[in-house]
């Protein structure tokens, strides 16, 4: 396995529009997490997964952000409408269950919402 | 919100020197972990702290866990120009939420 991979690494779209980004994380790992990075700034922690149950979502930044994981593997986190301030790095990490501390993450998707 | 502070927040020292960078906050977590991140990709795991006190060398690196469980210090020896990048503190609570540090950005000068 090569790891957590996020597609696509760039994405550029006009304000107003929807945008939705792919997470596959390694292969084994049942938990599954999405944060946003602003510059300077440390990953912000949005929402996560444990298989196909999403356990946390109160810290979605607003109702344009969603997120699913149908079948417990790849995952998806929408954002509809967006708005300049969406422009940041989205980063998906994974974890085992059992040691679920111990987070990999994914290259990131860079959003830049003009 | 339970914030993760980190200090300094911006080093540039000269390769060979030991340098501390520290990880405060006025909670508790059941574990923490420090990463470090290149521009433009994800965060590479270093090392999870789990017990109060604990202390992990992983090589030139030294983490410790503060007793109380609130804060956290990496040590590195001998600075490398390969060790540059940003170094970030995490802090997990028992709902396994992850509440990141606001970085510590290094640069060590050949």
């Known amino acids: 396995d090569t790891g957590v991979s996020q597609d696509p690494r760039h994405k550029i779209t006009k304000r107003g529009q929807n945008v939705t980004f792919r997470c596959d994380p390694i292969?084994?790992?049942?938990?599954l997490y999405w944060y946003r990075q602003t510059l300077g700034q440390g990953p912000e922690f949005l929402t996560y997964?444990?298989?196909?149950?999403?356990?946390?979502k109160s810290r979605l930044l607003s109702d344009r952000f969603s997120a699913e994981r149908p079948k417990g593997s790849f995952s998806t986190l929408e954002i509809q409408r967006t708005e300049q301030g969406d422009s940041a790095m989205y980063l998906c990490?994974?974890?085992?269950?059992?040691?679920?501390?111990?987070?990999?993450f994914g290259p990131g998707t860079r959003l830049t919402v003009t | 919100t339970q914030l993760l502070e980190q200090s300094p927040q911006f080093l540039s020292i000269q390769e060979g020197e030991n340098l501390t960078v520290y990880c405060n906050s006025s909670?508790?977590?059941?574990?923490l972990q420090w990463y470090r991140q290149e521009p433009g990709e994800g965060p590479v795991l270093l090392v999870t702290?789990?017990?109060?006190?604990e202390v992990k060398k992983l090589k030139r690196l030294t983490f410790q866990f503060g007793d109380a469980r609130k804060d956290s210090s990496l040590h590195i020896t001998a600075a490398q120009p390969g060790d540059t990048g940003l170094y970030l503190c995490a802090g997990a609570n028992t709902g396994n939420q992850f509440y990141f540090g606001t970085g510590t950005s290094l640069t060590v000068i050949p």
């Open positions: 909670s508790v977590f059941s574990s």
């Open positions: 990490a994974s974890s085992l269950l059992l040691s679920s501390y111990e987070q990999y």
């Open positions: 997964f444990q298989n196909e149950a999403q356990l946390e």
């Open positions: 702290v789990v017990t109060g006190g």
């Open positions: 292969s084994e790992h049942n938990r």
